[in-house]
């Protein structure tokens, strides 16, 4: 079993790794207060490079620890919030992975499972005690994929985490989420898949993914002016979502180019609108969304914000696109 979920340490290094390169954050714990002590963001050309590129990032930081968090997409585990009886830990964790072999789509030998206790989730019913428990479960041979380029590069990974998770822990330190009694909605826009979210006393209660994001941006746009994917990386930074009482760019090939990715940001924004519609089909009372926020990778061109918020009515903001998860994920060796 790895350990998903690991104790706190005095400094932490989170590392996001997909086919466009990396991100890096160093984390310290100094005088009981944790700062960001170093943020790189080391593009690839090609994927095998990765190794050599996380050798030169942790140079770069300076770092004094060869091991690393790392994150799995939301599409990649099986996270599933189990109810078990209120006992001592020791016991939870022994009939944990009992319950959770009820759940899992692979045979329990072929997947890596963790456990954490939600220890505010302590409760009484009419049948007795009761505490909420989250699993997290990896496909062995999944992992691996996200493992090998950590080994290659003579690193050792001392946990890993769900990319979604890890952005909502980075939230929580940024006290964007931290009114226990609003509903806030993470968005989690990665290379090939999109977590949402529906958070209330800082903990998911309501996930929902789909299978957009950077990678289908990128060749949208690529199919619609006919360039190459180099070249319309380098283009994002110029293109920006058409809202209300915005002038439009004078450039055809910009216009033609932000128009192709608006497609697929009206798409993430529908199912947006969909995950709330279905979270409150099942509440007994509506429950308003105080706030959208939108990051990683695919929040790649501007007025992401803007458009979200003029499509759905919310107040919607951007956070840290690149370097929220590598955040989040160095944050979790500080918990208690």
């Known amino acids: 079993m790895l350990n998903l979920f690991k104790e706190k340490t005095k400094s932490r290094l989170g590392v996001e790794i997909f086919p466009e390169g ?12 944790v700062s960001v002590k170093s943020l790189i963001h080391k593009p690839v050309e090609n994927y095998r490079l990765i190794p050599e590129t996380l050798k030169a990032a942790l140079i770069e930081c300076k770092a004094d620890s060869l091991n690393v968090a790392i994150s799995v997409p939301g599409n990649a585990a099986f996270v599933k919030r189990i109810v078990l009886p209120e006992l001592p830990q020791d016991e939870l964790k022994e009939i944990a992975p009992q319950e959770a072999s009820k759940y899992l789509p692979l045979p329990i030998r072929e997947m890596n499972i963790d456990f954490e206790i939600l220890e505010n989730t302590r409760r009484q019913d009419e049948t ?38 890890a952005l909502i822990r980075a939230l929580s330190y ?54 190459t994917r180099a070249e319309v990386i380098n283009l994002l930074p110029e293109l920006s979502l058409m809202v209300p009482g915005m002038e ?89």
């Open 22 to 33: 990396i991100t890096l954050a160093l984390l310290k714990m100094e005088n009981n207060h």
């Open 128 to 165: 007795g005690k009761k505490i909420d428990v989250v699993m997290c479960a990896i496909s062995k041979a999944v992992l691996k994929e996200y493992l090998d380029p950590v080994f290659d590069a003579g690193l050792g990974v001392d946990m890993i985490d769900v990319s979604s998770f």
């Open 174 to 227: 940024e006290g964007l989420i931290n009114e226990a009694e609003k509903t806030y909605i993470s968005v989690l826009i990665g290379y090939e898949n999109t977590d949402i979210n529906i958070i209330q006393g800082g903990m998911p209660v309501f996930s929902y993914n789909i299978q957009t994001g950077r990678k289908n941006i990128i060749e949208n746009i690529m199919n619609s002016v006919q360039k």
């Open 248 to 336: 439009m760019n004078e450039d055809p090939e910009l216009q033609q180019a932000s128009s192709a990715a608006k497609n697929l940001y009206s798409n993430i924004s529908s199912e947006v609108q969909k995950t709330i519609e279905f979270f409150n089909s099942g509440n007994s009372q509506y429950v308003d969304i105080e706030k959208i926020i939108v990051s990683g990778n695919g929040a790649c061109i501007q007025n992401i914000d803007k458009f979200m918020s003029n499509k759905l009515r919310i107040e919607t903001i951007i956070f840290s696109p690149l370097y929220s998860t590598s955040i989040g994920l160095a944050l979790k060796g500080f918990e208690n």
